[in-house]
């Protein structure tokens, strides 16, 4: 296989289709997770470390996803847990100690839903949070990499990673390392779990609008602020989960 951008695009076609055939099962039981949690008023809770927040973001207060959403993030420390910025940085993922204090952060009810992404399925912040999560009874969907979460250690005191603790587990079909078009010289380009979350993340919010349009209900869900009327629509929305939805940081 050569390096190209052709070339990129045929792996990220394939993969598609394989996450979209394999996952099919798994995406409409994390839908009926979090439409049971929706109709119970709760929120779904999205957090994910890296470039796996890009998964939050995907997930919480964009344009056609549901409103009854949070995204939780490391910066959260600092933004609304008065740390220092210097707390910050590439490694604090791997602390456990982290977890509490976004929990504690985050504006949490019994009847919440919790969203969690990490390709690799193993540091420290990410399988803490995820025990807290299920500790209190919520329910835990996990989107990682099950190839390179396998050929993983845990970096957790317990040995276990994201994939032991979530009720759902959605499969990226992102390779061990992510990218995808080896170098001559080792390595590889073209990484893929972004896209591949994104898809599954997508899939799984039109499941739980459909699962809430059969059940005769309105669904919560956002026009772009970038429309006409937009604005009112979403504000509106928004005040029914006021001070349990978070945007902006």
Do not use: C, W
């Amino acid at each position: 296989m050569t390096v190209s951008a052709e070339d990129y695009l045929a792996v990220v076609t394939e993969t598609i289709g394989r996450v979209a055939a394999s996952q099919r099962e798994a995406v409409g039981r994390a839908a009926d997770l979090i439409a049971e949690a929706v109709r119970a008023d709760g929120v779904v809770h999205a957090f994910g470390t890296g470039h796996s927040e890009a998964l939050a973001m995907e997930i919480a207060g964009r344009a056609g996803g549901l409103v009854p959403t949070n995204r939780i993030a490391l910066r959260d420390l600092v933004l609304l847990g008065g740390e220092p910025a210097d707390r910050l940085g590439p490694l604090l993922e791997r602390d456990p100690s982290v977890a509490h204090r976004l929990y504690e952060l985050a504006p949490v009810r019994p009847t919440d839903v919790f969203v969690l992404a990490s390709n690799s399925g193993v540091n420290g912040a990410m399988v803490e949070f995820a025990t807290l999560v299920k500790e209190h009874g919520h329910g835990l969907v996990a989107i990682t990499s099950a190839q390179h979460s396998g050929r993983m250690t845990s970096r957790h005191p317990s040995g276990r990673k994201l994939s032991d603790l979530a009720d759902v587990v959605l499969d990226n079909g992102a390779p061990y390392g992510d990218a995808t078009l080896p170098l001559p010289g080792g390595g590889a380009v073209g990484a893929v779990s972004s896209i591949t979350a994104a898809l599954l993340a997508q899939q799984v919010t039109v499941e739980v609008v459909a699962r809430l349009l059969a059940a005769g209900e309105r669904p919560p869900v956002y026009l772009s602020a970038n429309i006409p009327d937009g604005d009112a629509h979403n504000n509106e929305l928004e005040a029914r989960y006021a001070g349990r939805i978070r945007r902006g940081s």
